[in-house]
């Protein structure tokens, strides 16, 4: 119930506190921490919101020392990626690192997808359909 918390607290207040992180530090099996999350939110009716691929690019970005024009280009991708919708439904780390990848192909910043789907959580595949949907998308 402590992890599920602070967990919780983590989602109220718009911060990316990876589930896993939680899991790990917390040393109980994450079927625990998203059930005792789930009883908080039934109870609670916490105001957490759905979280958004940009709010997980600072971490992302910092994980694999990105400059910032790429941290800056994969910003706005993410911003025009949530304001069109295409996010609706996708996994937010594995967009945010799509987001990276892409802004880092267009600066020519060598950057793997395995590399940036590795610090996401998230399967090579996953970074490649999302870059596909933001390359058939937005441009």
């Known amino acids: 119930m402590a992890a599920a918390s602070v967990y919780a607290a983590c989602r109220c207040n718009g911060r990316t506190l990876p589930l896993a992180?939680?899991?790990?530090?917390a040393r109980v099996g994450e079927n625990r921490v998203t059930n005792a999350y789930a009883t908080l939110n039934e109870e609670l009716g916490?105001?957490?919101?759905?979280?958004?691929?940009?709010?997980?690019?600072p971490r992302l970005a910092s994980s694999l020392d990105v400059p910032d024009a790429v941290r800056r280009q994969?910003?706005?991708?993410?911003?025009r990626a949530e304001e069109t919708q295409i996010v609706h439904g996708a996994s937010p780390p594995?967009?945010?690192?799509?987001?990276?990848?892409?802004?880092a192909q267009r600066a020519d910043y060598?950057?793997?997808?395995?590399a940036v789907a590795d610090v996401a959580g998230v399967a090579a595949?996953?970074?490649?359909?999302?870059?596909?949907t933001l390359r058939n998308e937005l441009q």
């Open 21 to 25: 992180d939680v899991v790990a530090a």
């Open 46 to 57: 916490l105001p957490a919101q759905p979280m958004q691929p940009h709010a997980y690019l």
């Open 74 to 79: 994969a910003r706005t991708l993410a911003e």
């Open 94 to 103: 594995g967009f945010a690192a799509a987001c990276l990848y892409q802004a």
């Open 110 to 114: 060598r950057l793997t997808q395995a």
């Open 125 to 132: 595949n996953t970074v490649r359909g999302h870059r596909d």
